[in-house]
């Protein structure tokens, strides 16, 4: 089994600042359309407010948002994925039974600028939106996701499966450490150098309790295998954000 550490939502690149925690819950901001394509704006998901305080009036309530990943209210989610990262995450084999951890960065409420876990996907079905029929890419247009809407490059994939987002900003779904630079995360105790991908350097592992995250990039894959200890932590994040 793969865990994906899948960075998404608003940051100092795009959106041009953080996602908000909001008496307690953490909503994450999907970053702005640049293709044209998405029909989903700020407005529509209740986030326009939200979105124009977070990116000091850039973006507001008519802004059109690439609303993904997309959690339906069946308890479902649907992530697209397109470029570099789709071959990465292809390279890697990641299908079928794996698991996206989404995280991006978030601050209010007392709390700076951060990483925190806010939503999962247990990969269901992979998709190649490049060669599936159209009744099947319309299906999925029909709930607004911007990978169906219309193509963002030769390897368009989309990623279904059970999913949720958190609906309470809890200490345990946190990675940045208390008190200490957004990329610097608190190390899981399963984790190890060699298991992350992008995070092979040395330096990034020096200090026994921490984990210097790779600043920019989307998809961060763990091949655990069959071990025991991820797949607990995994376990204990999924009831964390059901809860």
């Not at 507001?60 to 994925?81: A, E, I, K, M, Y």
């Not at 990623?159 to 958190?166: D, E, I, K, L, S």
């Not at 957004?182 to 200090?207: I, N, P, T």
């Amino acid at each position: 089994m793969k865990i994906v550490f899948s960075r998404k939502g608003f940051d100092s690149g795009s959106g041009g600042g953080s996602s908000p925690i909001v008496d307690g819950k953490p909503i994450s901001l999907p970053i702005p359309d640049t293709k044209g394509i998405a029909r989903t704006t700020y407005g529509d998901l209740g986030l326009g407010d939200h979105a124009a305080r977070a990116s000091r009036g850039a973006y507001g309530v008519h802004s059109l948002c690439h609303h993904d990943p997309l959690f339906t209210g069946d308890g479902r989610c649907l992530f697209g994925q397109v470029g570099a990262a789709q071959t990465h995450l292809a390279n890697h084999g990641v299908g079928r039974g794996d698991v996206f951890v989404f995280f991006g960065r978030f601050a209010g409420e007392g709390h700076g600028p951060h990483h925190r876990i806010f939503g999962y996907l247990e990969v269901e079905q992979v998709i190649d939106l490049t060669a599936c029929d159209e009744a099947e890419r319309a299906e999925y247009a029909a709930l607004g996701h911007p990978h169906a809407l219309g193509l963002h490059g030769p390897n368009d994939t989309l990623y279904v499966g059970p999913g949720r987002m958190a609906g309470r900003g809890s200490d345990a779904l946190r990675l940045t450490a208390p008190g200490e630079a957004l990329s610097r995360w608190v190390r899981l105790k399963w984790l190890r150098r060699g298991d992350l991908s992008y995070h092979d350097a040395q330096w990034r592992w020096a200090e026994r309790n921490r984990l210097i995250a790779v600043s920019r990039g989307q998809e961060f894959v763990a091949d655990v295998g069959r071990r025991k200890a991820p797949r607990e932590w995994l376990a204990r994040v999924i009831d964390e954000i059901q809860s």
